[in-house]
Each structure stands twice: as C-alpha cells, then as structure tokens.
C-alpha cells in the first residue's frame, strides 16, 4: 500500500472500472509513475456555495474535467487533491468524503502492455472567484480555462463513467 491510501478509508466508496489505451509514446511517458511512484491520481467535484462546479479544459482532455492530477510521492492522495484544486482553479477547497474509486488499466496501443492505476475522486467545496488562467501556469500540456457551471457541460471528460457521481 502506497503512503496516503488506507484500504479502510475506500471501502464502502464506489467502485469502477477503466481501460485507457494510449499511444506508445504517452504510454511511455506514464510508466515511470504508474511502476516506480505512485499510480495514483486524485481529483475533486468541487461546489461552490452556490451549487455551481468547477472544471478545467486542458490540451489532453476530451472536454472539461474535474481538477486533479497524479499523487506525488510523499503526499496523501488528499493532499494531493487539495494541491491540485490551487493549482488548476485557484481555490483553496476543503476536501470532503471519497465518491469514486477508478480502478484503471492503461494499455498500450502499439504493444497492448498493461499497468494499473487508480484514480479517487473526492467531494469538495470552495468560494471564490477562480484565478485568472494567466495564474494557472499555463502551457501546451496544462490548464487552458477553468470556470463555474451551473449545470454539467455536455462535453465532460470521462462524463459517462463520472456524471452519476456528480
């Protein structure tokens, strides 16, 4: 068991699961996290007091998605969270219980080589105007906007597996 995870604190969460196939390339470039760090990655449903949500566009999503990103080595995959939500909005949320665990298996397109992961999303909340993008550290790889939603866009990352969780 990786630092950070207790089996108890995700046993009666949701369970999925997920098979991402991957260029060789982008497969490569994963490998090192998911065989010698962490594999494990964290994001967050975050409400403001408002009810609304806030998500992020990136260059390698298809559509919005929640706030997250890779656990580090060292950190709790709360931790992790609560980094990755300043980061990419701004916010500073408060993290609440677990919503879904993502049990993942990233496979490769060229060779189909598999390695696991698993991605936890958590309920979280904060208020706030999220930060100007020009604040979020952006890059080709990174955040390109981030905003508020009253409702759930129709394009959501992975919205099939997520939306009954948010």
């Known amino acids: 068991m990786k630092r950070g995870v207790s089996d108890d604190e995700f046993d ?20 090192d996290w998911a065989v010698n760090g962490t594999a494990y990655t964290a994001a967050a449903r975050v409400y403001d007091e408002d009810g609304r949500i806030a998500l992020v566009s990136n260059r390698w999503s298809d559509g919005w998605a929640l706030p997250g990103g890779a656990v580090e080595s060292g950190e709790t995959v709360r931790e992790a969270t609560h980094r990755e939500i300043r980061k990419e909005t701004g916010l500073d949320a408060t993290i609440h219980e677990p919503l879904v665990v993502v049990e993942q298996t990233y496979r490769s397109a060229a060779t189909d080589e598999t390695y696991t992961g698993t991605y936890v999303v958590f309920a979280a909340s904060a208020d706030g105007p999220l930060a100007n993008v020009e604040e979020l550290g952006v890059n ?17 990352h992975d919205g099939a597996l997520l939306r009954p969780y948010l």
Do not use: G, N, Y
């Open 140 to 156: 080709p790889d990174k955040i390109m906007a981030a905003s508020w939603f009253e409702t759930l866009p129709e394009h959501l």
């Open 12 to 31: 009666a969460v949701p369970r999925e699961q997920q098979t991402i196939r991957l260029s060789a390339d982008r497969f490569d470039s994963f490998r």
